[in-house]
């Protein structure tokens, strides 16, 4: 009798509790409020750097993860004063690039420890809650080096950067040595444009080096595609794939996918677990955070044994029987 007793009462508690939430009463505790994320970007949401995480929290946001906002083209006098607003509102996730507002960034993180921050950094995650992460795509830049080496006719490619800082140059590295392990003639022009998102100078940078010889062009940068499509010379990209606007012209791209960055911090949050951590690893190859992109168009023009040798390092290296080399000091011309 006793039982029957509470289970009556267990029964109404059950009956009151769904009525409640038919009314529009609170929701069962299992579904979670959603994380608000904020991102504070240098630069437009189009520059392909900062359009992979955009990309990444917008499908987030779609899957109703998260409520994400954002602000782009924020100057770098004025970054401190938007991610203190963001923190101020209750973000409990704030993303950005903070190459070159590094200490700012890190004195906001210090005055909000409840708050997680993950910039993309060249330095040390801080503790308690600024984490960094980085494009560490240098395993498919590497591949698209081997293509371009096999594709060159002149053995000259042209390569345009925004900054020799060290996120750029492993991958301008790893390129270069692609290209030399198929092609051992190659040689390379270097140039660094000063700029983020200046298509205009990245064009003529890489006009320059069409006049000189490059036949094939890295575009780190955009504007360096547009030059190789009007010269009739080829492309290669960088983070995001421009072959269906460059059909004829980019061969091939290193793609980053910052989907498994995000998930991972997004995880951690929920959970309570934030911490300062790097990132950066989740953006290697064998976390699905880069990749190869198809050849698409090319396929069957690039040089059927170059693609051989492709494929066979894009497995070693996802066997982790091959380690595409780290350098990260400025690269310099070779001709």
């Known amino acids: ?11 109404k508690f059950a009956a009151a509790a769904a009525s409640v939430v038919a009314l529009g009463g609170p929701a069962p505790a299992q579904a979670q409020a959603k994380l608000k994320v904020a991102a504070v970007y240098t630069v437009p949401v189009e520059q392909q ?24 083209s924020v100057s770098n006098a ?31 993180a ?37 293509i371009a080496g096999g594709m060159t006719k002149t053995n000259h490619i042209g390569m345009v ?55 094939v062009l890295y575009a780190e940068r955009f504007g360096v595609s547009d030059a190789a499509k009007e010269k009739g010379k080829l492309a290669i990209g960088n983070v995001i794939n421009t072959q269906p606007q460059y059909p ?15 998930g991972a911090a997004l995880g951690k949050v929920k959970a309570g677990q934030f911490k300062s951590e790097d990132y950066g690893p989740y953006s290697l190859m064998k976390f699905k955070g880069a990749e190869l992109a198809p050849l698409g168009t090319f396929e069957g023009k690039v040089p059927a044994d170059v ?6 390092r894009e497995k070693a290296i996802l066997d982790g029987k091959f380690a595409v080399k780290v350098v990260e000091t400025e690269p310099k011309s070779t001709q």
Do not use: C
Request: cysteine-free.
């Open 49 to 72: 750097w900062v359009s992979r995480i955009h990309k990444a929290l917008n499908e987030a946001k779609a899957r109703g993860e998260i409520d994400y906002v954002f602000s782009e």
């Open 307 to 312: 693609m051989t040798r492709v494929r066979a």
């Open 1 to 11: 009798m006793r039982f029957e007793g509470k289970r009556r009462t267990w029964l």
């Open 78 to 108: 004025d970054y401190e004063r938007v991610l203190r607003q963001y923190a101020e509102q209750g973000s409990a996730l704030i993303l950005g690039e903070s190459f070159a507002v590094e200490a700012a960034a890190r004195k906001v």
């Open 161 to 215: 950067g925004g900054y020799a800082i060290p996120e750029v140059n492993r991958l301008m590295h790893a390129f270069m040595e692609g290209a030399r392990e198929v092609n051992p003639k190659v040689r390379f022009t270097v140039s660094f444009i000063g700029s983020w998102f200046d298509p205009p100078k990245a064009k003529e940078a890489a006009f320059a080096m069409i006049d000189k010889g490059a036949d």
């Open 248 to 262: 004829a012209t980019v061969v091939a791209s290193a793609l980053w996918n910052m989907e498994p960055t995000v």
């Open 110 to 146: 210090k005055d909000y420890p409840k708050t997680a921050f993950l910039m993309g950094s060249s330095g040390k995650p801080q503790a308690p809650n600024f984490s960094v992460f980085d494009n560490y795509i240098q395993e498919p830049s590497y591949l698209t080096g081997m």
